[in-house]
């Protein structure tokens, strides 16, 4: 009667071996497809180079003629005045330390 019972349990943690495997590989999927979408870094250089540039074309300090009558901007209208290096260096807006 002993062996009976070493024998059914011997075949109950024998047919357990292929479930703990199953689920082994299950959660080892699971992680990778979870670090898969997880994403920890964001490329933003594209959209600071845009607002960057719409700042620039477009504000007040920039390139644009500004009329300081009605605070109105021409964005088509270029002002020569405006390519010197002190105005140029104003349109862009520094925060903190440049390095």
Do not use: W
């Not at 495997?21 to 994403?39: D, G, K, W």
């Not at 933003?44 to 109105?72: C, H, I, K, S, W």
Request: charge should be negative.
């Amino acid at each position: 009667m002993g062996k009976d019972k070493k024998g059914i349990m011997s075949f109950n943690f024998l047919s357990l071996i292929p479930r703990i495997m199953f689920l082994v590989i299950m959660l080892i999927a699971c992680v990778i497809l979870i670090r898969m979408f997880i994403t920890n870094k964001f490329h933003t250089q594209d959209v600071q180079a845009e607002v960057l540039v719409a700042g620039f074309m477009y504000g007040a300090g920039g390139v644009n003629y500004y009329d300081p009558v009605t605070g109105r901007i021409y964005p088509q209208v270029i002002d020569i005045n405006q390519f010197d290096g002190a105005e140029l260096d104003s349109a862009f807006f520094f925060n903190g330390d440049p390095g």
